[in-house]
C-alpha cells in the first residue's frame, strides 16, 4: 500500500511540474498610458435574449466611453430587454426568429453586425460590464496590427455556488491554447466568445457569422475561419477591462449553463492543449486521494503528501484569480469544485448521447 501511495505521489508532483507549462503566459488586455491616438470607429454589437437585468448594467458602464454606436439585437426576449436598451440610448435591432439551421446567437450577430457602420466590431455577451477604462483599452487593441483579438471577462462572485464555477472558468481558459509557455501553432489558437474585436474587412472576409450558423461554441469554428484565412488571432484576459457575473440565477441556473458548452467545448478544444489539461486535473485528483489513506502510511509519506495539496492548492489560487474573484477558500478545498466539475461534465455527455437537451433562455440546446 505505501509503495502505492510512493507511486501515486510522485506522478502527482510530476503533473504538477509539467501542467505549469500550460498557464505560464497569461496576458491582460494592456492598458494605454497616453490614451488612443485616434478614434477608431467601433460599432458594439450585443446579442441579448431574457437580459432585462443585465443589459442595463453593461449599457450604463459604457455611457462615458467614447464608443461609435451601440447596437443591442434583441433575440426574442420575452422580458423588457428591447424597452430597457432603447432607454439608455442603444439602438435596438427587433431580432428575426432564427433561420433554418441558425441558432440564436450566431443569427443575432449577423443581424448586428450587417447593421453597423463602424471600422471595427465588438461582439460583446450582455452579462458582461466594462470596468472604468476598460473600453479604452479596447480601442488600444484596435490600434495595433490588423487582427482579431478576443477577451475572456474576469469572472465576479457574490454568492457561495457560484465559487463551484472556478474549475469550468480555468479549462475554458486553457482550452483557447494560446497561453502556453512555448506558445501554440497559429491555426490552434481559439477566441473566446464573450469579447471579440475584428475589423469589419477581415469580418467580411470570412462571411461573418454565417459560417458559424448552427454552432453553440461558435467561437471555436470562427477562430478556425479566421485561421484559414490568414487571419492573425489573440487571447486576452479580461480582469481591469471587462467583468461578466455568469449565473445569478442560482445552482440549476449555473449547472445548466455550463452543461450546454461544456462537452461541445471539450470537442472542439486542440488535443495539445486537451492533452496538457487531462494531465492537471489527473494531477490534482493524484493529490487529493492518496491523503484519504494518509493515516496508515507513514509520518514521512503523508507529511510529503500534504506539502504536495498545499503546492496544488497555491496553484489553484493562481488560477483561480488570474479568471475571477474566487476565495482562497475555494481553492483550498479544491477537491469538492473538481468533483462538482466531472459529475457536471459526464453528466453532459450521458445527455449528449441520449440526444437530450439543456434549457437555456427558454430555448433547448442539444
Request: hydrophobic content about 45%; aromatic content about 10%; overall charge positive.
Amino acid at each position: 500500500m505505501e509503495a502505492a501511495l510512493w507511486i501515486v505521489t510522485g506522478l502527482s508532483f510530476l503533473s504538477w511540474v509539467v501542467s505549469w507549462s500550460l498557464f505560464i503566459r497569461f496576458r491582460r488586455v494592456p492598458a494605454v498610458p497616453g490614451g488612443v491616438h485616434t478614434i477608431p470607429r467601433i460599432s458594439i454589437v450585443i446579442p441579448a435574449r431574457n437580459e432585462e437585468a443585465n443589459i442595463k448594467v453593461l449599457l450604463k458602464s459604457l455611457q462615458e466611453s467614447r464608443v461609435h454606436e451601440i447596437i443591442v439585437v434583441d433575440d426574442q426576449s420575452e422580458d423588457r430587454t428591447e424597452a430597457v436598451a432603447r432607454e439608455l440610448g442603444a439602438r435596438v435591432l427587433s431580432g428575426e426568429i432564427p433561420p433554418s439551421g441558425w441558432l440564436g446567437k450566431p443569427w443575432a450577430c449577423q443581424q448586428g453586425a450587417e447593421a453597423a457602420t463602424g471600422d471595427w466590431l465588438l461582439f460583446v455577451d450582455a452579462d458582461t460590464r466594462f470596468v472604468k477604462g476598460g473600453f479604452e483599452r479596447i480601442m488600444g487593441l484596435a490600434e495595433g496590427d490588423s487582427k482579431v483579438h478576443s477577451v475572456c471577462p474576469y469572472h465576479e462572485i457574490r454568492s457561495l455556488y457560484e465559487q463551484l464555477s472556478a474549475f469550468f472558468n480555468v479549462t475554458m481558459i486553457l482550452g483557447m491554447n494560446a497561453f502556453t509557455a512555448k506558445g501554440a501553432s497559429a491555426r490552434d489558437i481559439g477566441l473566446f466568445g464573450q469579447v471579440m474585436l475584428v475589423s469589419r474587412k477581415d469580418y467580411d472576409l470570412v462571411g461573418g457569422h454565417s459560417q458559424v450558423k448552427g454552432d453553440i461554441l461558435e467561437n471555436f469554428q470562427l477562430s478556425r475561419c479566421f485561421a484559414s484565412a490568414g487571419v492573425e488571432r489573440s487571447c486576452w484576459l479580461g480582469k481591469d477591462t471587462i467583468s461578466m457575473r455568469m449565473f445569478p440565477g442560482g445552482v440549476r441556473d449555473l449547472i445548466a449553463g455550463w452543461s450546454k458548452g461544456t462537452v461541445s467545448g471539450a470537442v472542439n478544444t486542440p488535443k495539445g492543449a486537451l492533452l496538457g489539461i487531462s494531465v492537471w486535473m489527473s494531477g490534482l485528483f493524484m493529490s487529493a486521494i492518496p491523503l484519504c489513506f494518509g493515516i496508515l502510511s507513514s509520518p514521512t509519506l503523508l507529511v510529503v503528501m500534504g506539502s504536495l495539496y498545499v503546492l496544488w492548492a497555491l496553484q489553484c489560487v493562481y488560477l483561480f484569480r488570474a479568471s475571477g474573484r474566487y476565495s482562497i477558500l475555494a481553492a483550498l478545498v479544491f477537491p469538492v469544485g473538481l468533483l462538482f466539475y466531472q459529475v457536471v461534465f459526464f453528466q453532459a455527455v450521458r445527455r449528449k448521447k441520449q440526444g437530450g437537451t439543456v434549457q437555456w433562455k427558454g430555448r433547448d440546446v442539444s
